[in-house]
């Protein structure tokens, strides 16, 4: 199984990046996939999570600012992040799994963030 997460990069606050993540060795429309992040020092956290059916869950920290979506034709789901702020800076991983409400079973490398002027 192999996540593979591309798109990070250095934005100025209030800029956009999207994330995108293909993924192999796994039926991508039976799966949950999501995003997480990691900051220095700061425990892993859950971003964005969309269902097989597109149902999607964010954390309070990005509602209204990011958004997740998924192409079931291309075994890929991205992420659109707007209206950055400094503090989601991050490693941002991909994430596959069978239930949005259970920790996910596949990760993948990771991708770096980094909002900053």
């Known amino acids: 199984v192999q996540l593979q997460a591309s798109g990070g990069g250095l934005v100025q606050p209030g800029g956009s990046l999207r994330l995108s993540c293909t993924t192999s060795?796994?039926?991508?429309?039976?799966?949950?996939m999501g995003w997480y992040r990691q900051a220095p020092g700061k425990q892993r956290e859950s971003v964005a999570r969309i269902a097989r059916g597109g149902i999607t869950n964010y954390s309070d920290s990005v509602q209204g600012r990011f958004t997740i979506s998924r192409d079931n034709t291309k075994n890929t789901v991205y992420l659109q992040m707007n209206s950055l702020k400094p503090d989601d800076t991050a490693l941002y991983y991909c994430?596959?799994?069978?239930?949005?409400?259970?920790?996910?079973?596949?990760w993948g490398q990771g991708t770096q963030v980094t909002v900053s002027s």
């Open positions: 060795g796994i039926i991508f429309g039976d799966n949950v």
């Open positions: 994430t596959a799994g069978s239930s949005i409400v259970r920790s996910p079973t596949y």
